[in-house]
T-cell receptor, first 114, second 114 residues
Framework: NAGVTQTPKFQVLKTGQSMTLQCAQD?????MSWYRQDPGMGLRLIHYSVGAGITDQGEVPNGYNVSRSTTEDFPLRLLSAAPSQTSVYFC?????????????FGAGTRLSVL | AQTVTQSQPEMSVQEAETVTLSCTYDTSESDYYLFWYKQPPSRQMILVIRQEAYKQQNATENRFSVNFQKAAKSFSLKISDSQLGDAAMYFCAYVQGGSEKLVFGKGTKLTVNP
């Protein structure tokens, strides 16, 4: 049982390049979310989804796009990477409302934008 | 907007001793949930303990317990009989009931000395 799988683990981009961070889960969880973690800032919510076809913005959505076509996958797209997007990105899943249900986190993707 | 403050960037404790990590939060809501997450060097975020605001009883999980002071908006984590494996970053987090927007503090780095 893989749980929450994030790929790649590390990525280096040049300013202006695009890429997609992948998040896949095999726990059949409806709720999925993306966070970024910056030094001294804690985790901040980027986007989240409460089910296939439904997404919403979190605290810091600018510069990122998401879609949720299946229950299993929730990719995060950077259309034109900027140095300010250098961070560690975490995907998380939950069976239901984040408040009442445990969130399971992936191992993270470390992204550097030069 | 809700905020979560962890005033101790770093803490240290001797193995087998007890340590308390502080967390305060700011909210005008009455329905909310509070969490402590552990992030070891592997980067994987792990839920340590959860507290529902409507419950007066402090949550406990084995060696981990909280001191929830609702009126003071304080939510501290006590780790008893500290073990080397407890060394990690600890994050306090808040979510309003019915919301999916989890708000994290900046974290406290805990070192456990043998």
């Amino acid at each position: 049982n893989a749980g929450v799988t994030q790929t790649p683990k590390f990525q280096v981009l040049k300013t202006g390049q695009s890429m997609t961070l992948q998040c896949a889960q095999d726990m059949n969880h409806e709720y999925m979310s993306w966070y970024r973690q910056d030094p001294g800032m804690g985790l901040r919510l980027i986007h989240y989804s409460v089910g296939a076809g439904i997404t919403d913005q979190g605290e810091v959505p600018n510069g990122y796009n998401v879609s949720r076509s299946t229950t299993e996958d929730f990719p995060l797209r950077l259309l034109s990477a900027a140095p300010s997007q250098t961070s560690v990105y975490f995907c998380a899943t939950s069976t239901g409302f984040f408040a009442k249900n445990i969130q399971y986190f992936g191992a993270g993707t470390r992204l550097s934008v030069l | 907007a809700q905020t979560v403050t962890q005033s101790q960037p770093e803490m240290s404790v001797q193995e087998a001793e007890t340590v308390t990590l502080s967390c305060t939060y700011d909210t005008s809501e009455s329905d909310y949930y509070l969490f402590w997450y552990k992030q070891p060097p592997s980067r994987q975020m792990i839920l340590v303990i959860r507290q529902e605001a409507y419950k007066q009883q402090n949550a406990t999980e084995n060696r981990f317990s909280v001191n929830f002071q609702k009126a003071a908006k304080s939510f501290s984590l006590k780790i008893s009989d500290s073990q080397l494996g407890d060394a990690a970053m600890y994050f306090c987090a808040y979510v309003q009931g019915g919301s999916e927007k989890l708000v994290f503090g900046k974290g406290t780095k805990l070192t456990v000395n043998p």
